[in-house]
């Protein structure tokens, strides 16, 4: 039989055995939280159904707060503050560096103050607009000049983010990385991204007050839902509105691929003189069409901001200039393909 020095000396091992089981027990603990965590992070990191909420918060959620502006090797700070009035979205930024430049968007267009200046207005003409229509996302279309993937959670302005990489496949476009609010939807920070995935410019709440539990005009919630499968995109354009580009006396007779006229506008300059508004998309990037009377001072050529190209010149006796977060070679095509009957 076992002396009881064995027996005590086989506790003993047994003991410390235990010991180390029992030590090593939480890291197991915490590794199959971690693998659990990331697999559930994974299941509700679509890209589609994020990107799809996104877009419902950005017409649903209201909000206000600072964010700065980085392009190139300039960077600004603006208050920016989104309401909801009557059911109608508006917009207003003010800059909280360099001069004093505001800039608000209403129902009855969009109002501009620069320093030493008067406030301009640009009215809205009373046409059929289409001008605060909410697009909703294609996901066909888009995988067919975009690829999309989720790049894990990220914090911005102390608020827990899904990343989202949307990724161009030509250089009609640029890339985007958004990083979207997990509570709201709404994106807290955007890079726009050049072909070598570098960003050319970057957009990024340091602050940001959201109003998830207040009721906005209409009963509608002020955090949009989360998806559950993404909505019908828009049918395409027949009868009456088809025709409005070649009623107008505006054609595009090329766009690039992928892009579409999804809005037309009459609005009015101060001289009461009218622009006619073209507005074009590819689900994701935009650019607008503006067509006008000569004037002085009207751009010439190329301007770039950060990642705002413009590009204008003169087509049959009128000013067009295309403006529009698309690399420069894209709004010059554009102008290149656009013509205008003598009454735009």
């Given at each position: 039989m076992p002396t009881v020095r064995a027996r005590i000396g086989a506790l003993t091992q047994l003991w410390c055995r235990l010991r180390r089981e029992l030590r090593s027990l939480p890291l197991a603990?915490?590794?199959?939280?971690w693998l659990l965590w990331t697999a559930s992070a994974h299941a509700g990191g679509d890209p589609r159904l994020l990107l799809e909420r996104m877009n419902q918060a950005l017409e649903?959620?209201?909000?206000?707060?600072?964010?700065?502006?980085?392009?190139?090797?300039?960077?600004a700070a603006l208050r920016v503050s989104h309401r909801r009035n009557n059911g109608m979205p508006g917009e207003s930024l003010l800059s909280l560096t360099g001069p004093v430049r505001a800039l608000s968007r209403h129902a009855q267009g969009v109002t501009c103050m620069l320093p030493d200046a008067a406030p301009l207005t640009v009215s809205k003409g009373h046409g059929h607009s289409r001008f605060l229509r909410s697009v909703p996302l294609d996901f066909p279309q888009l995988r067919r000049h975009y690829r999309m993937?989720?790049?894990g959670r990220f914090r911005i302005a102390g608020r827990d983010t899904r990343v989202v990489g949307v990724h161009a496949k030509d250089d009609y476009r640029y890339g985007y990385r958004f990083y979207i609010d997990e509570a709201s939807g709404l994106p807290l920070k955007v890079d726009l991204l050049n072909s070598d995935g570098q960003a050319v410019q970057q957009i990024m709440f340091t602050d940001i007050d959201i109003d998830?539990?207040?009721e906005p005009a209409g009963g509608q919630r002020a955090v949009a839902p989360p998806v559950d499968a993404p909505s019908q995109a828009p049918a395409a354009m027949t009868g009456s509105e088809a025709e409005a580009p070649q009623q107008a006396g505006v054609v595009a007779t090329q766009l690039p691929p992928g892009f579409r006229i999804i809005?037309?506008?009459?609005?009015?300059?101060?001289?009461g003189k009218d622009i006619h508004q073209r507005v074009a998309s590819d689900g994701l990037a935009s650019f607008s069409i503006y067509v006008e009377p000569p004037m002085h001072g009207a751009l010439m050529g190329q301007s770039r901001l950060g990642a705002v190209t413009a590009a204008g010149g003169r087509v049959g006796g009128h000013q067009v200039t295309v403006v529009g977060e698309?690399?420069?070679a894209t709004a010059q095509m554009v102008l290149e393909h656009i013509e205008v009957a003598d009454s735009p």
């Open positions: 603990i915490l590794a199959l939280l649903q959620v209201q909000f206000e707060g600072t964010l700065v502006y980085l392009h190139g090797g300039d960077l993937e989720s790049l998830i539990d207040r809005s037309r506008d009459r609005l009015v300059r101060d001289d698309v690399p420069p």
